[in-house]
């Protein structure tokens, strides 16, 4: 439960492409990151078209096959916050931006980001998802190794793990393993699979903390993009499929989003609810671009 009362805002952001979410999120960071009297911002959103993110320091060249990336005209955009390479489809994503001081969303990455997740697992019970938060590391052991200090990214909400593992098989270079093969603690399960992928970025006064829920099997079609050998994308395929579940068996095909603003409004009692363009004053002028990448 909150402990301050706080003012707090919702924004039920709808659709844009990877690059404008990515700005729009980098930007609420960065208001955050200049204003001590900032309130917190959750940020609602999709993704339209469906497309393709990547951990702050993930290489784009390295981890995708880009020229599959154009022929298919699939958009993508590095981050502002750390983990692995996302296909955002049939999923439901948020942001959260807040100062490290802040009472109900600050403080340590392990504090911030178990508020965090117990919010998103109270919001999805009030729906009808069994959802739970993850108590320690997940069966494949893969996690992030730990960030702290300014401009310090996260993939995960627990320190001290190995580096993240590749696949593929026969390829010139590592890549690294999707997002959701592996499991945090503090990260949202179903039935013991991956729910929601989280990640957070901290700079010396701000956090953002960035996420997916997943309501179908859209987030498969990363494997397609990833730059691996044929060969291996069977098998990176039945990985994800394994490791992650999504929740439409409880909320349906392609609910709103709004439902889940609903939910997140009855858990967040005093929110101030804003829905599409009437959040664009949240935002500060466009940022420098090393945020974004997008298709030439």
Known sequence: MLRSGAPMYLWCDGAHDPAENMRRDAALLAAAERSPEIAPVLRLFRFAPHGI?????????????????????????VRPTGGRAIFHAEEWTYSLAARIDDPDWGGS?????????????????RLGVPARSAPAASRSGIGERPASGPGATSGAGRGGEPACAAIGTG????????????????????DGRKLVGSAQRRTARALLQQGSLLLGTGHLRLVDYLAIDDSARAAARDLLNARASGAEAFLGDNPPLERWAAALTQELPGVRRIDDAAGLFLLTPPEPGFYTVAIR
Request: proline share 5%.
């Open 171 to 190: 390829a010139q270079h590592a890549v690294a393993a999707p997002c959701f093969v592996s499991t945090a603690r503090h990260e949202v399960v179903l």
């Open 109 to 125: 990455l392990r504090e911030a980001y178990k508020a965090i997740s117990e919010l998103l697992v109270r919001s999805l019970i």
């Open 53 to 77: 993110t990547l951990g702050y320091a993930q290489h784009p060249d390295r981890e995708l096959d880009l020229d599959c990336c154009r022929r298919a005209g699939v958009p993508w955009a």
